[in-house]
Each structure stands twice: as C-alpha cells, then as structure tokens.
C-alpha cells in the first residue's frame, strides 16, 4: 500500500512568495496531520482534520498559514507571504481513528517523506 | 502542558553494542507512547508502540522499549546495534482525549563501523 504521500519533496522560494504544500494521506485514513520540524523547535503540530474537517489549528504560527482539505484524499498546506522563518521540514501524517471496545484511544501516526523548504 | 524529555542528544557507540535510549514524559494520566525513526534525508518511520497491555513491546529491527508507568518513562533498547541504526530517534506521547504527538527533541544515534 502507498504510504502518505507529499509534494513537492524540496521547495526552495523567495521571500513574499506564496507556497503550497500538497499532501495525500494514506486510503481508509480519515484523520491528517499537518507538522513542522526545526532546529530550533524540534517537531511541532500545526492543524489537524478529522473527517476532512480542521478541528485544531492552534498551532498554526500565524495568518499567514493556511491549510485545507477539500476531500478525503488531498490537503493542502499554504504560506503566505512566505518569509526566511519559515524554512522548515514539514510533514503531513495520517491516520484512521477507531473507536474499539476496550480500546477507545488507540491511533497510529503514519509520515510522509516530508517538504523540505528554503525561504530565501 | 504536555512534555517529553530525551535526555540523549547525541549518542556514539560501535557496532555490536547495546543501546538505551531514554525518554520520559510529564502527563500523569493515560497515554499512548510511540518511537519514531528518522534515517538520514528520511521521513519518520514507527519503530514501535504502547497503547496498554505488557509493558514491554517489541519493535521492528530488534527494537523493543519498556514502559515503566511509575516513572514516566518508555526507553528505547536494542541489544545489539548496527551501523544501519545511524538515525536520529524520536520518542512521542499522545494523551488520552488529546489527538496531536508530542515529540521530544530526539537522540541522533552514530553507530561507528
């Protein structure tokens, strides 16, 4: 089975641009994440959807993030205006949320390849 | 808030080798305890989980990790490295009724030939 898929894999902009990162998650998965890896911050969570629908965004840094996800099969990570800070790994993660007798809280993240991206 | 603590930044060792690496966490109630690999230029891959059940899980590649519920912590043990392991190795906690990771800052492991 295809794992979470992402694009571009590396994105190297300028400043003020507009970015648009794409990410597909795993078939049958009706949870996704969107995440970003620093230095200086390690591994951080943005906005997650459930069911196609964000539930929280409070980790989104400020309004120049946005993130949608249209259907079950594509989200899609934007930034703009783009600046220097935001060079960063992002990784989109999916999984399927259960709800099991007994085991009401069991759920396992699956990554992407991640978008390497460079604001110059 | 939610913490987690690798306390190993940065480990050598030679090939053959046992490894622990630590990994503790702050929420007192229910959770669900994961390490993640990063092999170089890679994505995160799941090595292995905790959801309930016998505190000692196994993982992939001879990984295995022992959740220790008094102590906060779920530390990551192979008997016997590789110098495939190079990678860097996330701990991550999920708290009951939250749905988002937290990471630790990880442990970039070097296995020497």
């Known amino acids: 089975d295809a794992g979470v898929i992402q694009s571009p894999r590396h994105e190297v902009t300028e400043m003020g641009q507009e970015v648009t990162l794409r990410c597909k998650p795993i078939?049958?998965?009706?949870?996704l994440f969107w995440y970003r890896q620093t230095m200086m911050r390690g591994l951080e969570l943005l906005i997650y959807f459930n069911n196609n629908v964000p539930i929280d965004d409070s980790g989104m840094p400020e309004d120049r993030f946005s993130a949608k996800m249209p259907n079950a099969s594509f989200s899609t990570l934007k930034i703009q205006p783009s600046e220097p800070r935001d060079s960063a790994v992002y990784f989109c993660?999916?999984?399927?949320?259960?709800?099991?007798?007994?085991?009401?809280?069991?759920?396992?993240?699956?990554f992407g390849p991640g978008t390497r991206l460079l604001v110059l | 808030a939610q913490s987690v603590s690798q306390h190993n930044h940065h480990v050598i060792l030679s090939e053959a080798a046992s490894l622990e690496l630590g990994c503790n966490y702050s929420?007192?109630?229910?959770?669900?305890l994961f390490w993640y690999v990063q092999y170089p230029g890679q994505h995160l891959q799941l090595l292995l989980k905790y959801f309930s059940g016998d505190p000692l899980v196994k993982g992939i590649k001879g990984f295995e990790a022992e959740f220790i519920k008094s102590k906060f912590s779920f530390n990551l043990r192979k008997p016997s490295v590789q110098w495939s392991d190079t990678a860097e190795y996330f701990c991550?906690?999920?708290?009951?009724?939250?749905?988002?990771?937290?990471f630790g800052s990880g442990t970039r492991l070097q296995v020497q030939p």
């Open positions: 078939s049958g998965h009706n949870s």
């Open positions: 929420y007192g109630g229910t959770v669900n």
């Open positions: 993660a999916s999984s399927r949320r259960t709800f099991l007798p007994g085991r009401p809280n069991e759920e396992t993240q699956y």
């Open positions: 991550a906690v999920k708290e009951t009724g939250r749905r988002a990771l937290t």
